[in-house]
């Protein structure tokens, strides 16, 4: 009996063992922004990873990427509107050239138009969509993502 009590201790120290290493990453892992506390979706552009701050309300899609002097590599925001329109945009207040890719329910890209900083020209969707994903300018022709491929990890 005390053997075979000891073989259950130890397993289950084992057990809580591997508990704990196993939900370290997940643990670490944010799906919230440190610097804005928005949710972080991640999304994928083929074989490219992208974390995107998501902007669902309208507050936060108003404000966007406005007054933000960097923006890491692989790092973008993502706006979420309630359903499919042409969706208009401009750079008032941002100091970042960025580039935006309208993105249809499906994931597809409709159309990328790169945006200069500080400025109130508008970029439309070429069609109604739900999605538009800001990221560096150039990020999007830099790995050759263009309009016709999917964006992955959208939220519903």
């Known amino acids: 009996m005390f053997a075979r009590r000891r073989a259950l201790q130890r397993a289950c120290q084992s057990l809580a063992a591997v508990m704990l290493v196993c939900a370290a ?3 670490a892992q944010s799906t919230t922004s440190a610097q804005t506390g928005l949710p972080v979706a ?8 992208i974390r995107a701050e998501v902007a669902d ?6 404000t966007g990427l406005m007054f933000r002097d960097a923006l890491p590599d692989n790092d973008g925001m993502l706006f979420v509107f309630d359903a499919p329109e042409v969706q208009c945009f401009w750079m008032r207040n941002t ?3 960025l580039s935006i890719a309208f993105i249809a329910d499906d994931g597809t890209i409709v159309n990328i138009d790169d945006m200069a900083p500080q400025t ?6 070429a069609k109604p969509v739900r999605y538009a ?3 560096a300018q150039g990020w999007f022709d830099m790995r050759g993502v263009q309009a016709g491929q999917r964006i992955t990890g959208l939220p519903r």
């Open 95 to 97: 100091p970042l050239p």
């Open 42 to 49: 991640k999304l994928t552009a083929g074989i490219h990873v």
């Open 120 to 125: 109130d020209d508008t970029h439309c969707s």
């Open 57 to 62: 309300t309208e507050s936060t899609r108003r």
């Open 133 to 135: 994903l800001e990221m």
């Open 25 to 27: 990453p997940v643990h």
